[in-house]
């Protein structure tokens, strides 16, 4: 780590760059950005914020389409000192105003086509608006044109807000996550050791920057080593593929890599100068892992992490990268397995709440004490709230969110294991394994099942299939076949969604 007396994050990026002409993006339409440009930039987008008012700690809400102002707004923001806050591009004005009025930002930048609307719940809590189109064009980018590039970045402490993200929060209100300078920063710093990125690599971007994968993985990982990125402003598998030829590294989401495998254009000769795919967010299918091994010669690397904590585990760079398996705790990371309702840690090979600690675990979540305090343990672990194991050789397993869990008549089912054998099947794509309401036992065990088009799968031969493998409990008393599973834009199944639709299937008539 580099020594700098301000523990500011992109005092930690950038105090140190050697060479401002390397070049740190490329877009679709040729642009080629360099690590000067992207400072200067970001110096003048800091003065335009600051001459709107936005002090060190302020709140600057974001809620525009991918694009590299968009990314320089970050870097310009986390520069003045304020506080980093983007919300997912899909979020309606209704949702805005629970964001905005519990973010309570002092700016916030959205789409043109936005402003009015914003404007109106703004006012509320009396933020300033401006706008920054998915083209680039906006008042923000209008005024950083005009403004000085010279910028001072404002002195920030370890512990000090650089972002505070929504988490994507299926029940219940969405909590804005606090991440400090420090948590951002040190993350990245193991990330480049860890995934032995260099400045000779360049990454495919193609994910979200309203996220932590596509923001803070990929984008400060990148920026850290000086390497370059060709940022997309969306996946799209035919680009991400020619682009191979030149490329290193692909970090996505699971279904990324479900998609790609899709493309006959995927081969192990179009990906022969890739070193690295990466992949998170959401359980990458084992069968996946497997079969873009055999396609391309490369085993995917799955690491796990949250909004809350940045990343947490990762399988090796050198070494085995299990199938279904996050891999070990990163560097300075501790992982443990608990006793949910104790806290008590089991022993290797046992199933229970995963817990973190370390430089990587957020602050607390915005404005809710109580809630922060009852997701750490008194010895400063956070509580995932992701159920899972850690196996004999370290590498940790997780079998699910813990509200996901089934009780079945008393007894814990844990989904992943049900689905896992259900996706083994000839024929199944993928399984989902929820709880519904059942009038004898809690709640019934149900599956939800994809298959390939034409397979010759049905509920008797999925039962079948499962009877002797798993103990009579954990079988379903339903299979339901859908042409596809609801997922949210990071590719994570959205079981609150298939709870919802089957609730009444065990409902006495
Ligand atoms: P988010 O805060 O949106 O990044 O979601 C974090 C959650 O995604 C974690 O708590 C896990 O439940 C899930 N997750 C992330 N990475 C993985 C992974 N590699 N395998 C399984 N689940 C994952």
Redesign the pocket.
Known sequence: MTATANANLFSRLFDDLDDTARLAIETLDGRHITYGDLIAFSGRMANVLVARGVKPGDRVAVQVEKSVPNLVLYLATVRAGAVYLPLNTAYTLNELEYFITDAEPSLVICDPSKADGIRAIAAKVKAKVETLGADGKGSLTEAAAAASPEFTTVARANDDLAAI?Y??GTTGRSKG?MLTHDNLASNSYSLVDYWRFTDRDVLIHALPIY???GLFVASNVTLFARALMIFLPKFDPDLIIKLMSRATVLMGV?TFYTRLLQNPALTKEATKHMRLFI??????LADTHREWSARTGHAVL????????NMN?SNPYDGDRVPGA?GRALPGVSVRVTEPETGKELPRETIGM?EVKGPNVFKGYWRMPEKTKSEFRDDGFFI???LGKIDNKGYVH?L??GKDLVISGGFNVYPKEIESEIDAMPGVVEAAVIGVPHADFGEGVTAVVVCNKGADVSEAKVLGALDGRLAKFKMPKRVIFVDELPR?A?G?VQKNILRDAYKDIYAKT
């Open positions: 993200l988490t994507s996550a996220h932590t994968h699971p992949s998170g967010s959401a359980p990458l799955e690491r796990y992490g949250m909004t809350e904590t585990t996050v995963i995932t709230g992701d997780i699910g969110r949210n990071m994570k």
